[in-house]
């Protein structure tokens, strides 16, 4: 996993960092800024939510001062492992205050919004805000599969359980019930036969209770 995480960092960093021609003087910003990003993601997998937020502070910085087009994606893999630990809404309200806010913010700073560079802005703000929603909500699709799953699976544990019980306490129950009217019904046996007959009911109810409780345990 770690290794996945510094592979697609590298990727990332290749795509949407290197490729973005600065001057000689911005280059160190763009690399050190850029390797705080990938380091985000390798934090993230201890620490999901400190790594997403140095991800996405060092790629807004970085698109602030026009030294990348990442749309978040280095951010997008701590939110998605947010989400899959304690993500419970697909879109929360939270959300959705930060997508406004940001686009407010880039409609109000963004400059004259005919310039090329607002179009630009724009669009990298717009795409960043679908990539973070998409992470968060296939993070809370799959830890809700697998919660799913796991209620699917305790349920028939329990169903295979059940069955259990019931075929011990049937069969148990069954020649006890059997053995008892032996006992009961039949009027030539002697005392010895019935202290033997009810020792076997007692053996049997003992064996019984003895195996339904390691079934239970």
């Given at each position: 996993?770690?290794?996945g995480?510094?592979?697609?960092?590298?990727?990332?960093?290749?795509?949407?960092?290197l490729?973005?021609?600065?001057?000689?003087?911005?280059?160190?910003?763009?690399?050190?800024?850029?390797?705080?990003?990938?380091?985000?993601?390798?934090?993230?997998?201890?620490?999901?939510?400190?790594?997403?937020?140095?991800?996405?502070?060092?790629?807004?910085?970085?698109l602030?001062?026009g030294?990348?087009?990442?749309?978040f994606?280095?951010?997008?893999?701590?939110?998605?492992?947010?989400?899959?630990?304690?993500?419970?809404?697909?879109?929360?309200w939270?959300?959705?205050?930060?997508?406004?806010?940001?686009?407010?913010?880039?409609?109000?700073?963004?400059?004259?919004?005919g310039?090329?560079?607002?179009?630009?802005?724009?669009?990298?703000?717009?795409?960043?805000?679908l990539?973070?929603?998409?992470?968060?909500?296939?993070g809370?699709?799959?830890?809700?599969s697998?919660?799913?799953a796991?209620?699917?699976?305790?349920?028939?544990?329990r169903?295979?359980?059940?069955?259990?019980?019931?075929?011990?306490?049937?069969?148990?129950?069954?020649a006890?019930?059997?053995?008892?009217?032996?006992?009961?019904?039949?009027?030539?046996?002697?005392?010895?036969?019935?202290?033997?007959?009810?020792?076997?009911?007692?053996?049997?109810?003992?064996?019984?209770?003895?195996?339904?409780?390691?079934?239970?345990?």
């Amino acid at each position: 996993d770690l290794l996945g995480r510094l592979l697609f960092g590298f990727a990332v960093f290749a795509a949407f960092w290197l490729t973005v021609p600065v001057v000689d003087a911005d280059r160190r910003l763009q690399l050190m800024l850029g390797a705080a990003a990938v380091g985000g993601i390798l934090v993230g997998a201890r620490v999901p939510l400190l790594g997403s937020l140095v991800a996405a502070t060092a790629t807004a910085t970085g698109l602030g001062c026009g030294v990348t087009v990442d749309p978040f994606l280095l951010a997008s893999v701590g939110v998605l492992a947010v989400a899959e630990r304690s993500g419970s809404r697909r879109f929360p309200w939270w959300l959705l205050v930060i997508g406004f806010v940001l686009t407010l913010g880039t409609l109000v700073l963004g400059g004259d919004p005919g310039s090329t560079e607002f179009v630009d802005r724009t669009r990298t703000l717009l795409l960043s805000a679908l990539v973070l929603a998409a992470a968060w909500a296939l993070g809370v699709r799959t830890r809700q599969s697998r919660e799913t799953a796991e209620a699917r699976a305790r349920a028939e544990e329990r169903l295979r359980l059940a069955r259990d019980v019931h075929d011990v306490l049937s069969h148990s129950l069954s020649a006890i019930g059997v053995q008892a009217g032996v006992v009961a019904h039949v009027k030539t046996l002697g005392e010895s036969e019935l202290r033997d007959g009810l020792r076997e009911i007692e053996i049997q109810s003992r064996g019984s209770l003895a195996e339904l409780k390691a079934l239970l345990h």
